[in-house]
C-alpha cells in the first residue's frame, strides 16, 4: 500500500523558514518522480515543485523560485521541500505527491493527507 505521510507544517512569522517532509511507504520512492501542491484557503490546487527520479532535476512555479527548494532522499524515502523567505502568500496546506513515473508532469495517483502552513505576524 502506497502511504505518503507529510509533516513540519505550523505557524511561521513572514520571512521564516520551514522544512516540510514526506515519508514513502509502498513503492520504489528512487523510482518516481515527486512533486509539492498546496491549497490556499477558499483556493483550488497549485503545484509548487517537481523533482525527478533520483533528484537530477528540479523545477518551481514562479512564485517561489529562489525561496523553496525540494530535495529527496532515496536512502530514507523521504522527499523534502526546505522553505525560506515566507510570505503570507504561502500559506496553505501542503501535499506530497507521487508522479506516474520518473519524470513530472505527467500526472500524480498519489497523495498524501497534507500538512498545514501558516504564515502570520
Known amino acids: 500500500e502506497v502511504q505518503l505521510v507529510e509533516a513540519g507544517g505550523g505557524l511561521v512569522q513572514p520571512g521564516g523558514s520551514l522544512r516540510l517532509s514526506c515519508a514513502a511507504s509502498g513503492f520504489i520512492f528512487s523510482g518516481y518522480a515527486m512533486s509539492w501542491v498546496r491549497q490556499a484557503p477558499g483556493k483550488g490546487l497549485e503545484w509548487v515543485s517537481g523533482?525527478?527520479?533520483?533528484?537530477?532535476?528540479?523545477t518551481y512555479v514562479d512564485s517561489v523560485k529562489g525561496r523553496f527548494t525540494i530535495s529527496s532522499d532515496d536512502a530514507k524515502n523521504t522527499l523534502y521541500l526546505q522553505m525560506n523567505s515566507l510570505k503570507p502568500e504561502d500559506a496553505a496546506v501542503y501535499y506530497c505527491?507521487?508522479?506516474?513515473?520518473?519524470?513530472?508532469?505527467?500526472?500524480?495517483?498519489?497523495w498524501g493527507k497534507g500538512t498545514l502552513v501558516t504564515v502570520s505576524s
Open positions: 505527491a507521487k508522479e506516474l513515473c520518473g519524470g513530472y508532469g505527467y500526472g500524480k495517483n498519489y
Open positions: 523533482i525527478d527520479s533520483g533528484g537530477g532535476s528540479t
